[in-house]
Nanobody
């Protein structure tokens, strides 16, 4: 079974940057897609970005395109989310997740392994 641990969240001013990291352990070769999702208070969990573990194909939610970049380091079993030009509406708990069951990229219900989440707060 795969385990995921996120790090790198924090408080930043609007326009600033943060880099989230996700350390994967266990049966990492079994994942099809690694994704980042976020959930703000009172809102549904939403897709942010995803990357195909083997091929490196990437997918983004429209509101983060051009600002966020997802990447992975297969040798280190790490997935990253570089977040630039942050906005207050990016404030949320960010989760790293793995989809080991199919090729869905943006539907959080298809992801079966989740980290504990890391808080990102963007002040105006």
């Amino acid at each position: 079974q795969m385990q995921l641990v996120e790090s790198g969240g924090g408080l930043v001013q609007a326009g600033g940057s943060l880099r989230l990291s996700c350390a994967a352990s266990g049966r990492t070769f079994s994942s099809y897609y690694m994704g980042w999702f976020r959930q703000a208070p009172g809102k549904e969990r939403e897709f942010v970005a995803a990357i195909r573990w083997s091929a490196g194909w990437t997918y983004y939610y429209d509101s983060v395109k051009g600002r966020f970049t997802i990447s992975r380091d297969n040798a280190k079993n790490m997935v990253y989310l570089q977040m630039n030009s942050l906005k207050p509406e990016d404030t949320a708990v960010y989760y790293c997740a793995a989809n080991t069951r199919d090729y869905s990229t943006s539907d959080y219900r298809r992801y079966d392994i989740w980290g504990q989440g890391t808080q990102v707060t963007v002040s105006p």
